[in-house]
């Protein structure tokens, strides 16, 4: 058995507590990833820390970029325990999103489309939400009922098998394990 990491943070970007205003929600953003320190995870985001529309899938590391700038990020880590066989088939998905991540942009469309409960789905464009859904149903994992591009953050701690293994700031998550 082996173990994929989620992570749900509540970021004070514009764009973040514009989220929070429209759901209500303590976290609006969620990460993923399979490293067992918790220090590196993937999404869908800006990917220049001044220029919110520029996004794309990305690689977050705890104690860099906007994680290290914003340390106080109310944040929690789930677990999920899958078999071998999902752990292998997530892993090759995910380096299929590595090699090609600048292929990859964000789903502002999506991003609106949640709000308007409107599905915008494109083959190279994801929100953080639909990437982590997208990331969980095709490696066998969990399937959500409802279109890809309407999950939200919030909605990914609702997994049953999911697991708390860490709740605090991100800069407390970045001092574990040192």
Do not use: W
């Not at 104690?63 to 990020?73: A, H, M, Q, S």
């Amino acid at each position: 058995m082996k173990e994929i990491y989620i992570m749900l943070t509540a970021s004070g970007t514009l764009v973040a507590k514009s989220i929070k205003f429209y759901t209500s929600a303590k976290y609006n953003h969620v990460s993923i990833g399979i490293d067992s320190q918790m220090k590196v995870f993937y999404s869908f985001a800006r990917r220049v820390r001044y220029l919110p529309l520029i996004g794309g899938f990305i690689t977050e590391v705890v104690d860099e970029g906007l994680f290290k700038k914003y340390c106080d990020y109310e944040c929690i880590v789930y677990s999920i325990t899958v078999d071998r066989k999902a752990y292998n088939k997530f892993r090759r998905l995910l380096n299929n999103y590595i090699s090609n991540s600048k292929k990859y942009k964000y789903n502002l469309l999506g991003f609106f489309g949640v709000m308007l409960n409107i599905p915008f789905e494109f083959k190279y464009r994801r929100t953080c939400a639909e990437f982590v859904a997208r990331m969980l149903h095709e490696s066998g994992i969990y399937t959500f009922n409802k279109r890809f591009s309407l999950v939200r953050p919030e909605e990914i701690s609702d997994i049953p098998m999911l697991k708390v293994i860490f709740k605090g700031k991100i800069k407390e998550l970045a001092e574990l394990k040192k």
